[in-house]
């Protein structure tokens, strides 16, 4: 997987605010992929994410292109919580989706 990650911060969220595509308060566990259903969970780097919200064509044209959301620290600026998160950086990690029946 292509992971990168983005905070609940404006800037980096539609007009709605720090709500998921479907509505949702972000929370921790919460990931974009514009291919996935909403729902499909992934194991990526030994934590299980769930497909809950959609990003922008320009980062995820393709599949296996994952944005994790990172919940802000207690008391973090906002200029600290973004250089935070965005330090991150984009790299790829192995994953693997949940199939459950």
Not at 4 to 32: D, M, R
Not at 63 to 75: C, E
């Amino acid at each position: 997987w292509e992971v990168s990650y983005y905070t609940s911060l404006n800037c980096e969220n539609s007009k709605h605010g720090a709500v998921t595509a479907i509505g949702e308060n972000l929370q921790y566990g919460f990931v974009a992929n514009n291919h996935l259903k909403f729902g499909t969970k992934i194991l990526v780097d030994g934590n299980l994410k769930v497909v809950k919200d959609r990003g922008s064509n320009r980062y995820f044209g393709t599949s296996n292109a994952i944005d994790v959301f990172v919940p802000r620290l207690d008391r973090e600026s906002d200029y600290k919580y973004y250089k935070r998160v965005n330090n991150m950086g984009r790299h790829y990690q192995e994953g693997y989706i949940i199939i459950e029946e």
